[in-house]
């Protein structure tokens, strides 16, 4: 389901691209979003490392000379370290009162903040977090009417 999850994340990107003009936080971001849809905090967890993937990307930008393809670099590489700390630091969870569960808030993934924080700096933050919750929330849509209405448990890491 995961192929299939990313297959659609893909044209539904595509086609909020050409008709809204609007990234839904880079190609793969709503495939992955949609499979983690029934973990609400997984999900917010993957949008605050965001977030200060992007405010660091802000403040670095004031010293170092970022552009095209380097500012890609420098938001996957920050967002990576952050996705990071969601997963095996207690950072997120702490300052939030959860508890110590490290599970709680963690990210998708170790590359997707970086790539939602990429296009929040070039489209704007409100822009892309709703763009990309309205295709995750369709990629699930599809998956749940293609499967019969049924939700396939999946095993993922």
Known sequence: MIYQAIGLGLVVSLVFS???????????????????????????????????TYGTIKLLSRFILLYGRRTMVFCVLAGFLFGYLTRHLLVFNTALGIGLDTSVLQSIGYIIPGLIAYWMLRQGIVETICTMLMGAFIVRLALVVAHGGRIIELALG
């Open 18 to 52: 050409e008709i809204l003009g609007l990234a839904a936080g880079g190609l793969v971001v709503p495939g992955y979003i949609a499979l983690y849809l029934d973990q609400p905090l997984r999900v917010i967890g993957t949008i605050l490392a965001s977030l200060v």
